[in-house]
């Protein structure tokens, strides 16, 4: 556990990603966005790439089971695990990844019941599942229905729902069958030129837009699940938490284009992580 200025101590978070050696995707967005907000951090990497696969091809290296399952074993029984507040599931390597994932969750519960367990379901984009099915499935069947927040993009949420979701009144159908106190949709549906993303929250749901970008690098989806979880932690309702994760997501990603990265320029940017919100719009629906 980290103080803040204010006295306040602050909780580890288990982000449990991918690990790429170039780049500002997965697990390093992860971190490097909730250690820059306070936030210690304990790492559980679920393939290393050398890059993000959308520059080309990288070669993937991915831990044993063998390996993989006392590794988080030893983390489930760690005398230290009063100290983490949250786990962060993100990009898995492996189907059998997914059990040992579970037991952790359930040790930290067991020693903590208000920890927080966002699941982030990366599994696909743009009408098709880019993990493969039996991963897919699994995150599905075992860890979505752990979570306390849940944060797919629009072809995430209705795949795993099985329906078809055309207008933001089936994504928040949808996103109630779930099942989950907390469901943060992404690339929701928005006007001509906008971005939209939606929260629901009980019977509330919130929408944060902003203007559209001509295009963006890989990671944001990452940035904003890590932004979001650590403003949830910090007790900031759903709605506030979601607009300031996509003030500071919107930010990073123009930061980018205006230096003509690849990659979301996180040190660069660090500080657009830090401040209050703008550019973008909130509302209730």
Known sequence: MTTTGSGKTKPAVVVVNSLVARGG???RASVFVLERLGFPVWLVPTVLLSWHPGHGPATRIVSPTAQFQPFLADLAAARW???V???LVGYLGDVA???SIVRLIEALKAR?????FLCDPVIGDHGRLFQPEAIAMAVRDRL???ADIVTPN?????WSVGTPVADNRALIGAARRLGRSEVVVTSAFAGPGDLGNL???GDQVHFASHGALPSAPNGTGDVLAALYLAHRLSDEPPEEALCRAVSSTLRLAERAMALGADELPLAAGQDDLLVPARGVSLDRI
Do not use: K
Request: aromatic residues 4%.
């Open 144 to 146: 979505v229905p752990l």
């Open 112 to 116: 903590n019941p208000n920890a927080l």
């Open 199 to 201: 929260v629901v929250h």
């Open 25 to 27: 995707v997965g697990g």
């Open 81 to 83: 695990l009063s100290e």
């Open 97 to 99: 990844q997914v059990e």
């Open 154 to 158: 629009r072809f995430e949420l209705g």
């Open 85 to 87: 507040g949250a786990i």
